[in-house]
């Protein structure tokens, strides 16, 4: 694995106003950039990506499948009460998932370390799915990079696949998309997932999540004030199950994507318990409750939000002593306490892999870098080949 | 290959499409050839079973089963109005009833008038709907056929209507909606913090 500086796309701006990608560049910052690349080698790939994600994931599914089934860690995990029963409902009766991504430490040798789970509302979909395609397709055919280059990135093929499935079980129903107002880059990720649900055949419309309406029979209701049956939200479950709303979503009879038990999988208690069950894992990092902390003889390490997002309220602790923190509006439910293990380093900038799964399979790669310990949303997104 | 195998880059595209000058022959030869696209038949219209049953008297049983589900959709989908007077502006005296749902909110609704049958009964696909007419001098359905969304199929002393197969489609329930912004207002809280203007993501 390593990181390679190649010439950009000479018209890749009017490309990206041609295809839709809106949000490049964000507060006059790249976001997407394409003056260097990363290298990974096959085995890189299968071996130390491709095969800790399944599972992993499949780890994930058996912490889900625990906490529902107790109450103490319900509350653990910050479920409001009122839903429990709901959630468990949601993961008995095994309702379909599309995707989630995680947060991977990796630079080319050892094991991947899981950072986190964004399980419920991931993003950087698009320019994984579709935008780096292209870049590949481009650089290639322009000779930039060797013909036999390839990607670890099946994610807009399974999506489409995945939603292919999903069909046959709402048969004629239309699915809504949503996402909130005045965000570029939400509404960008939204739009590619409708694009990928309409060339499986669904029929698709959009709402945004303030504009939901609720009926005197309790549906959710669309601006014409139809009946919303089926609804994919980039909304997180956690403020979801604390808004207006909250009550009126377990008489809905609104089937989510993602569904209601992705409020487990995408929490950061989510560490801590695989932890408890699977202890020394490779490719886990040692991570503790509050509670638990005192006894766990962890001195390094990252205080992370239970819900947080892009990076908000971290802090890293040495011996004792912060080194570094991220402000941001979170922390109230609580924190959890991950062994440090920096992010490698490629020259000035530190990297991190976000891994894809689609329908319990990895579906490919993002890599994201910062020159901050921390990732955060202005970090810069890069393209990746393998060879 | 690890990668998406092919992806149409068309269909990706959101530019604006640009213009496709279509020939002035072909565009006028479609014109010719198909007419206004249109796909409505002539269809048969009954204002009672026993009408349809005379009509048709080896298929009692098709006529009932269109009956009960041309009731089913205008129960689920004929024009509802909150007060007896707007209904009877619309419909005419004697022509509207009072009905309340689970939450007892009351509404009025017209008769059904009559159903219409699709001519493919005879294939066992037992299309219909429900039409409504109006006795009212001042309605726009004064003495003619109108379908659930008020479209208007000419006089109702018409034992045949033209209809498509989009009249025949069962229509979405509308539904009361009380109120609206339920959901987002933890980001409206949370985007206040560091006083940016617009917003990034609000996923990971």
């Known amino acids: 694995m390593f990181r390679s500086i190649i010439s950009e796309r000479p018209h890749w701006r009017d490309s990206a106003r041609e295809f839709g990608f809106t949000y490049h560049t964000m507060y006059g910052e790249a976001y997407w950039d394409e003056s260097a690349y990363y290298q990974f080698n096959l085995q890189q790939i299968e071996n130390d990506i491709e095969a800790p994600t399944e599972e992993l994931h499949q780890m994930c599914l058996s912490v889900v499948d625990k906490v529902v089934n107790d109450q103490q860690l319900m509350e653990r995990f910050q479920i409001p009460q009122t839903h429990w029963d709901y959630i468990r409902t949601s993961w008995m009766n095994k309702e379909s998932s599309l995707y989630s991504r995680m947060d991977l430490a990796y630079g080319g040798s050892g ?61 004629g129903e239309t699915l809504y998309f949503s996402c909130c107002k005045d965000t570029d880059e939400d509404r960008g990720t ?59 979503i377990t008489q809905s009879g609104t089937s989510w994507l993602e569904p209601p038990w992705k409020a487990i999988m995408s929490n950061k208690a989510l560490m801590p318990m695989l932890w408890k069950l699977f202890p020394n894992h490779p490719n886990l990092l040692a991570s503790y409750f509050e509670e638990d902390l ?22 890293i602790v040495i011996d004792g002593e912060e080194r570094y923190s991220s ?42 870098e910062d020159k901050n310990r921390i990732t955060q949303d202005l970090s810069r997104y890069m393209p990746h080949i393998i060879l | 290959m690890k990668r998406t195998q092919s992806i149409d880059l068309s269909s990706m595209r959101k530019s604006p499409k ?32 026993n009408d349809c049953i005379s009509d048709n008297p080896d298929q009692t049983e098709q006529c009932e089963i269109a009956y009960k589900q041309a009731i089913e959709e205008s129960v689920k989908s004929g024009p509802k109005y909150s007060s007896m007077a707007a209904c009877i502006a619309d419909f005419g005296e004697n022509n509207c009833n ?68 989009n009249d025949f489609k069962p229509k979405p329930i ?31």
């Open chain 1, 294 to 315: 005192k006894n766990s003889q962890l001195t390094h390490y990252v205080k992370k939000p239970i819900f947080a997002r892009e990076g908000a309220n971290i802090s």
């Open chain 2, 18 to 49: 640009y213009f496709a000058f279509k020939p002035l022959a072909i565009a006028v030869a479609a014109g010719t050839l198909l007419g206004c696209s249109d796909d409505s038949q002539e269809e048969q219209v009954y204002r009672t079973v």
């Open chain 1, 190 to 248: 939204v739009q590619y997932l409708e694009d990928c649900a309409v060339a499986a055949g669904i029929d698709c419309k959009f709402i945004y999540i303030e504009d939901v309406g609720l009926s005197a029979d309790d549906c959710f209701t669309d601006l014409d004030n139809l009946k919303i049956s089926w609804m994919f939200k980039l909304y997180p479950w956690e403020f979801m199950l604390r808004e207006e709303y909250s009550e009126a």
């Open chain 2, 98 to 165: 009072g009905y309340s749902n689970q939450s007892n909110q009351s509404f009025f609704m017209p008769f059904m008038a009559g159903y219409v049958v699709s001519s493919l009964l005879d294939n066992r696909r037992y299309r219909s709907a429900p039409l409504y007419t109006s006795y009212s001098r001042s309605s726009p359905a004064y003495g003619k056929w109108s379908s659930t969304d008020g479209n208007l199929f000419g006089s109702a002393n018409s034992k045949k209507v033209r209809f498509g197969s």
């Open chain 1, 111 to 171: 094991h991947a370390k899981l950072y986190e789970n964004n399980a419920d509302t991931p993003t950087s979909l698009y320019e994984t799915g579709f935008w780096q395609w292209l870049w590949l397709q481009d650089q290639v055919n322009a000779g930039k990079l060797h013909r036999k280059s390839d990607q670890f990135n099946s994610l807009q093929e399974k999506l489409v696949n995945r939603f292919s499935q999903m069909r046959l079980e709402h048969p």
């Open chain 2, 174 to 204: 509308v539904r009361r909606t009380m109120s609206r912004g339920g959901f987002g207002s933890t980001i409206a809280a949370k985007s206040r913090f560091g006083g940016k203007s617009s917003r990034s993501s609000w996923g990971g």
């Open chain 1, 327 to 368: 402000d941001g509006p979170y922390g109230d439910e609580g924190f959890i306490y991950q062994a440090y293990s920096p992010l490698p380093a490629f020259g000035d900038n530190f990297t991190l892999i976000g891994s894809w799964l689609v329908n319990d399979k990895a579906a490919g790669i993002s890599v994201r």
